[in-house]
C-alpha cells in the first residue's frame, strides 16, 4: 500500500490511466466513449443478395479483369463483383449486371451472378497439363477453321478439336479456307465417314459474296471459331461481320501464323440473328479433361457394338467387339478408324 502511494500520490488516487492522458487531469476511464467491436456490429454470414431486379446480360470479351457486356442493347462495361468469388466470366456467358448500365465513357457496372451454362467448351495447354481452360461458353456449334496450304493442314488438331466438340455437346462445322492454293478433295475424304457438316472457300470467294454461304450455316447459332494462327479465321470474321480486325500473315521459315486476335470477341451476324466469336490462334488443343470414354457418344452406329467389350475397353485391342461389329456390316469401317483416330489423340501429343 505504502509503495502505491508512493507512486499514485497518495492512498485514495488512481494511477493515470490512458483516458486522463488523452482527454486530461479531469478525465478518467468513464469519459472514453468506446467503439462498438466490428465482428459483433457485423456478424458474417454466406447469404449473398439475390439481385432480383439485375438485367441480363451476354458476355461480349474479357480483357484484364474489364469484361464488355451487351445489356438491353447497350454494351456496358463491368467487372465481377466480389460476391462471385473465384468463379470466371467468359465469354458467351448469361451474366445478371447491377450499377451503371448507360454504357456511358468511364463508366464501370458490376457482374453479380453467372447464369447456369447451356455448353462449355474447354481445352488444355497439353495433354499432361491438368488445368483446364473454357474456351467459349453457350455456343451451339464449333467451327474448326484450316488452311489447305499455308500453313498446311494439320490434321491431329483437327481431330483434337472434334473431340473438344463433341464432348462439349457442340455440333461441329469444317470450314477449309485458301482454296486457291491446294484443292480439298484430300482432306475432305478424311472426314467423309464422320459425317461433318463442311465448307470449303477462299478470300477471293469471300470477296466476291460467299460470305452469304457461310452465313447460312451460322444463322440463328452462337459459333465459335478455332484454328491454327494463320489459317484466316480473323479474315472469315471480317467478312461475315463486316468488321476489320487485325489480320497477319504466316512466317515464311515456321510455316506458322503470327497471333493477331489476342482475346475471344462475340460479334453479330448482321441481319441473321446468330453469333459469332473469333477466339485467338491455337498451337495445340489439350484433351487432358476428357474422358475418353465419352467419344464414343459421337459415333451412334457404333456404340451398340461396344456392349460386348471387355471391361475398360480402349477400343483399340485385339478383344474389342468392335471389330465383329463392323465385319458384320453394322458400321462402315472408315467409321471405326475415324473413331481409333479421335481416340489416339488423347494419347498422344498433338505434333503433326
Same mark, same amino acid.
Given at each position: 500500500?505504502?509503495?502505491?502511494?508512493?507512486?499514485?500520490?497518495?492512498?485514495?488516487?488512481?494511477?493515470? %490511466?490512458?483516458?486522463?492522458?488523452?482527454? %486530461?487531469?479531469?478525465? &478518467?476511464?468513464?469519459?472514453?466513449?468506446?467503439?462498438? !467491436?466490428?465482428?459483433? @456490429?457485423?456478424?458474417?454470414?454466406?447469404?449473398?443478395?439475390?439481385? =432480383?431486379?439485375?438485367?441480363?446480360?451476354?458476355?461480349?470479351?474479357?480483357?484484364?479483369?474489364?469484361?464488355?457486356?451487351?445489356?438491353?442493347?447497350?454494351?456496358?462495361?463491368?467487372?465481377?463483383?466480389?460476391?462471385?468469388?473465384?468463379? %470466371?466470366?467468359?465469354? %458467351?456467358?448469361?451474366?445478371?449486371?447491377?450499377?451503371?448500365? @448507360?454504357?456511358?465513357?468511364?463508366?464501370?457496372?458490376?457482374?453479380?451472378?453467372?447464369?447456369?451454362?447451356?455448353?462449355?467448351?474447354?481445352?488444355?495447354?497439353?495433354?499432361?497439363?491438368?488445368?483446364?481452360?473454357?474456351?467459349?461458353?453457350?455456343?451451339?456449334?464449333?467451327?474448326?477453321? /484450316?488452311?489447305?496450304?499455308?500453313?498446311?493442314?494439320?490434321?491431329?488438331?483437327?481431330?483434337?478439336?472434334?473431340?473438344?466438340?463433341? &464432348?462439349?455437346?457442340? !455440333?461441329?462445322?469444317?470450314?477449309?479456307?485458301?482454296?486457291?492454293?491446294? @484443292? +480439298?478433295?484430300?482432306?475432305?475424304?478424311?472426314?467423309?465417314?464422320?459425317?461433318?457438316?463442311? #465448307?470449303?472457300?477462299?478470300?477471293?470467294? #469471300?470477296?466476291?459474296?460467299?460470305?452469304?454461304?457461310?452465313?447460312?450455316?451460322?444463322?440463328?447459332?452462337? /459459333?465459335?471459331?478455332?484454328?491454327?494462327?494463320?489459317?484466316?479465321? /480473323?479474315?472469315?470474321?471480317?467478312?461475315?461481320? =463486316?468488321?476489320?480486325?487485325?489480320?497477319?500473315?504466316?512466317?515464311?521459315?515456321?510455316?506458322?501464323?503470327?497471333?493477331?486476335? /489476342? $482475346?475471344?470477341?462475340?460479334?453479330? #451476324?448482321?441481319?441473321?440473328?446468330?453469333?459469332?466469336?473469333?477466339?485467338?490462334?491455337?498451337? $495445340?488443343?489439350?484433351?487432358?479433361?476428357?474422358?475418353?470414354?465419352?467419344?464414343?457418344? +459421337?459415333?451412334?452406329?457404333?456404340?451398340?457394338?461396344?456392349?460386348?467389350?471387355?471391361?475398360?475397353?480402349?477400343?483399340? =485391342?485385339?478383344?474389342?467387339?468392335?471389330?465383329?461389329?463392323?465385319? &458384320?456390316?453394322? +458400321?462402315?469401317?472408315?467409321?471405326?478408324? @475415324?473413331?481409333?483416330?479421335?481416340? $489416339?489423340?488423347?494419347?498422344?501429343? !498433338?505434333?503433326?
Amino acid at each position: 500500500m505504502e509503495r502505491h502511494a508512493r507512486l499514485t500520490g497518495g492512498e485514495g488516487l488512481k494511477a493515470p %490511466g490512458p483516458a486522463m492522458r488523452r482527454y %486530461g487531469k479531469h478525465s &478518467d476511464e468513464d469519459d472514453v466513449r468506446i467503439r462498438p !467491436e466490428r465482428r459483433g @456490429s457485423r456478424p458474417r454470414t454466406h447469404r449473398r443478395p439475390k439481385h =432480383e431486379d439485375a438485367s441480363e446480360g451476354m458476355v461480349l470479351t474479357v480483357d484484364r479483369g474489364r469484361i464488355t457486356c451487351l445489356v438491353e442493347g447497350r454494351t456496358v462495361t463491368a467487372m465481377k463483383a466480389r460476391e462471385l468469388g473465384r468463379k %470466371g466470366v467468359v465469354v %458467351g456467358d448469361r451474366v445478371a449486371v447491377v450499377g451503371d448500365l @448507360s454504357g456511358a465513357k468511364d463508366t464501370l457496372a458490376r457482374i453479380v451472378r453467372v447464369e447456369p451454362r447451356r455448353s462449355v467448351l474447354r481445352r488444355t495447354a497439353d495433354d499432361d497439363d491438368p488445368h483446364e481452360r473454357i474456351v467459349v461458353a453457350n455456343a451451339d456449334q464449333l467451327a474448326i477453321v /484450316t488452311a489447305l496450304a499455308d500453313p498446311e493442314p494439320r490434321p491431329r488438331l483437327i481431330d483434337r478439336c472434334l473431340v473438344g466438340a463433341f &464432348d462439349a455437346g457442340l !455440333e461441329p462445322l469444317l470450314i477449309l479456307t485458301k482454296s486457291d492454293l491446294a @484443292s +480439298a478433295g484430300p482432306l475432305l475424304e478424311t472426314y467423309a465417314p464422320l459425317g461433318i457438316r463442311y #465448307l470449303v472457300t477462299s478470300a477471293d470467294q #469471300l470477296a466476291e459474296g460467299a460470305a452469304r454461304q457461310v452465313r447460312e450455316l451460322l444463322r440463328d447459332r452462337i /459459333t465459335a471459331l478455332v484454328g491454327h494462327s494463320g489459317v484466316g479465321k /480473323t479474315t472469315l470474321v471480317n467478312a461475315l461481320v =463486316e468488321r476489320q480486325r487485325a489480320t497477319g500473315v504466316v512466317n515464311a521459315v515456321t510455316g506458322r501464323g503470327r497471333h493477331t486476335t /489476342t $482475346s475471344a470477341l462475340a460479334l453479330p #451476324l448482321p441481319g441473321d440473328g446468330g453469333w459469332v466469336i473469333d477466339t485467338p490462334g491455337v498451337r $495445340s488443343f489439350g484433351l487432358n479433361h476428357i474422358d475418353p470414354s465419352r467419344v464414343i457418344n +459421337a459415333f451412334p452406329d457404333l456404340e451398340p457394338g461396344t456392349a460386348g467389350c471387355p471391361r475398360a475397353c480402349g477400343h483399340d =485391342e485385339p478383344d474389342c467387339a468392335l471389330d465383329a461389329w463392323v465385319a &458384320d456390316g453394322h +458400321a462402315d469401317p472408315a467409321r471405326l478408324y @475415324s473413331l481409333r483416330r479421335l481416340l $489416339s489423340t488423347r494419347e498422344r501429343r !498433338e505434333g503433326d
